[in-house]
């Protein structure tokens, strides 16, 4: 073999590596293309062909961060909101919130907990950052969705909610 083999094939093989590094670093995925989060609850309110409905949303305060587990945990902080009104259920389920699987998530926001009561008497959990959607489906593992606009609407509409309340 020829110098020039070996020194090109050295370069190609530090750019593959490199290349790898930043894939595992960044969390890229190439199977996950982003989405909006109506269309992924969608998806989730759907089984056996048939939608669920959603009757009520209980939204609380998180005490920790849902971002690694799945485990819906009981706030210690007495306040709830519960929406049971459908104007108010739609505008969260039709809220256009640009996601994508996967990606570096770093959130130093509160967190909120929204428990969707579904018509079939299931449960649905979201937990909401400003930087993070985690959907938890019943008796599944739930699925972490990175937050693309700079603003997620669902979590300023919780936060406005709250602060209604306080004030």
């Given at each position: 073999m020829s110098k020039k083999y070996i020194i090109s094939g050295?370069?190609?093989?530090?750019?593959?590596?490199?290349?790898?590094?930043?894939?595992?670093?960044?969390?890229?995925?190439f199977t996950s293309l982003p989405t909006n989060l109506p269309i992924v609850l969608a998806e989730e309110l759907t089984v056996n062909g048939e939608r669920r409905h959603v009757e009520s949303i209980t939204i609380t305060q998180s005490d920790s961060n849902h971002l690694n587990h799945d485990e819906p945990v009981q706030s210690e902080n007495e306040e709830e909101i519960v929406l049971d009104q459908s104007n108010d259920i739609?505008?969260?389920?039709?809220?256009?919130?640009?996601?994508?699987?996967?990606?570096?998530?770093?959130?130093?926001?509160?967190?909120?907990?929204?428990?969707?009561?579904?018509?079939?008497?299931?449960?649905?959990?979201?937990?909401?950052?400003?930087?993070?959607?985690?959907?938890?489906?019943?008796?599944?593992?739930?699925?972490?969705?990175?937050?693309?606009?700079?603003?997620?609407?669902?979590?300023?509409?919780?936060?406005?909610?709250?602060?209604?309340?306080?004030?």
């Open positions: 050295s370069i190609l093989a530090f750019i593959i590596i490199v290349l790898l590094i930043l894939i595992y670093f960044f969390k890229i995925s739609t505008r969260i389920l039709i809220d256009d919130v640009r996601i994508y699987h996967g990606g570096r998530i770093t959130s130093d926001s509160p967190e909120y907990t929204a428990e969707m009561s579904l018509s079939d008497g299931d449960s649905l959990y979201l937990y909401l950052t400003n930087e993070y959607i985690r959907i938890v489906p019943p008796e599944q593992n739930g699925k972490l969705y990175k937050v693309l606009d700079k603003e997620n609407a669902v979590y300023a509409y919780f936060h406005s909610l709250f602060e209604e309340e306080q004030n």
